[in-house]
């Protein structure tokens, strides 16, 4: 449900290498790429860097901006921001850990449960190559 200050705000990154993106399994329902909420009142990029310190126990070398993607959950509407983000030392990330992570292609993607969804079909469908900006969907 969205909340009277407005859409819940969270922040991933596309983390890749040889056109891979880095995921995680943070919960028993899927994959997620890194990322997640926006704390209240904290700007984007600091939540990004913060997030993927947390999350990978890396630094974020660059962030790029890609796009914000508006997407219906929980009967309110969420907002999306996306960077292409180069870590400092991705080759200290894990390969593949059986059910914790993985490096999937951008092929691949959408055959993979990821969260979340409307950034999992974005890359699925080359939306960031044509805009910025993805408007949620109507109800």
Do not use: K, N
Request: proline share 8%; net charge negative.
């Amino acid at each position: 449900m969205t909340s009277a200050l407005g859409p819940r705000v969270a922040v991933y990154a596309l983390t890749g290498r040889d056109d891979e993106y880095y995921l995680t399994l943070p919960a028993p329902h899927g994959y997620t790429f890194p990322g997640g909420p926006v704390g209240s009142g904290e700007p984007v990029e600091d939540a990004l860097r913060r997030l993927l310190h947390d999350q990978l126990g890396l630094g974020v070398q660059q962030a790029d901006f890609c796009g914000v993607l508006e997407h219906r959950v929980d009967g309110g509407v969420g907002v999306v921001f996306v960077f292409d983000v180069t870590l400092t030392d991705i080759d200290a990330l894990p390969a593949h850990v059986a059910r914790v992570a993985r490096w999937v292609d951008g092929y691949s993607v959408h055959r993979v449960e990821v969260h979340p969804f409307c950034l999992r079909e974005a890359i699925a469908e080359g939306t960031f190559a044509d805009r910025t900006w993805v408007p949620a969907p109507p109800q």
